[in-house]
């Protein structure tokens, strides 16, 4: 069984752009999350998808938005990038998103804001 | 607002050592906490997980200490290696929640 992929694996942008990220979670999985890591902060919760539907965020600005398409597969969008988002983006799926079932991770998304 | 304090930041461990990681929680409506390793270009895979019920989970080398009084519970990596070498994340869940809390992350280095 394949695992999450993650694509791009890097990106490169600079201030005021926008970037669309992509995740394909594990086949059968119909939960994904997404994660921002920065080395200070840590793993930081932006929001989960499930069925299409969005049913958690936190506490990220309206700049950082996601979807889930039918097939589960998700995208995340930053706009007006700023420097302070430069950071890797991971994708979890899980089969339900049940409180206490395992997340599987991408490998990530390694975003670089200029 | 931080709801799991994970220390230390950064270990440094000689092979054969124990590996300690400490992660403390404040909301005591947490009844999940599992332990995600992350290497380097990796994202985290989950390693261990442990419920409130009991005070301690072994897997290998690997064991979860919790003390539910406390609200603390720890990563003890006994033999320690230099392919443990890796991030670790303590994690803690709820079921009236799907979103795990993580700890901010335990740099582990494992000297040979």
């Known amino acids: 069984k394949a695992g999450v992929t993650q694509t791009p694996r890097y990106l490169i942008k600079t201030r005021g752009q926008q970037v669309t990220l992509s995740c394909s979670p594990i086949s059968g999985h119909r939960s994904v999350s997404w994660y921002q890591q920065t080395p200070g902060q840590g793993l930081q919760f932006l929001f989960e998808?499930?069925?299409?539907?969005?049913?958690n965020k936190g506490n990220f600005p309206g700049r950082f938005s996601g979807r889930q398409f039918s097939n589960s597969r998700s995208e995340m969008n930053v706009s007006t990038l700023e420097l302070g988002d430069s950071a890797l983006y991971l994708c979890?799926?899980?089969?339900?998103?049940?409180?206490?079932?395992?997340?599987?991770f991408g490998s990530g998304t390694q975003l670089s804001v200029l | 607002q931080q709801q799991v304090k994970q220390s230390p930041q950064s270990l440094i461990v000689q092979k054969g050592g124990i590996s300690i990681i400490n992660c403390a929680y404040e909301n005591t409506a947490f009844d999940y906490f599992p332990w995600y390793q992350q290497f380097p270009g990796k994202g985290p895979a989950l390693l261990i997980a442990?419920?409130?019920?009991?005070s301690e989970k072994k897997e290998g080398r690997f064991t979860i200490s919790f003390n539910k009084s406390a609200k603390q519970f720890s990563l003890h990596i006994m033999d320690s290696q230099p392919g443990d070498s890796a991030t670790y994340f303590c994690a803690a869940g709820s079921g009236g929640s799907y979103i795990p809390t993580f700890g901010r992350g335990t740099s582990l280095i494992v000297h040979p």
């Open positions: 442990i419920r409130p019920d009991v």
């Open positions: 998808y499930f069925s299409e539907t969005q049913r």
């Open positions: 979890a799926s899980s089969f339900l998103g049940a409180p206490n079932e395992k997340l599987f």
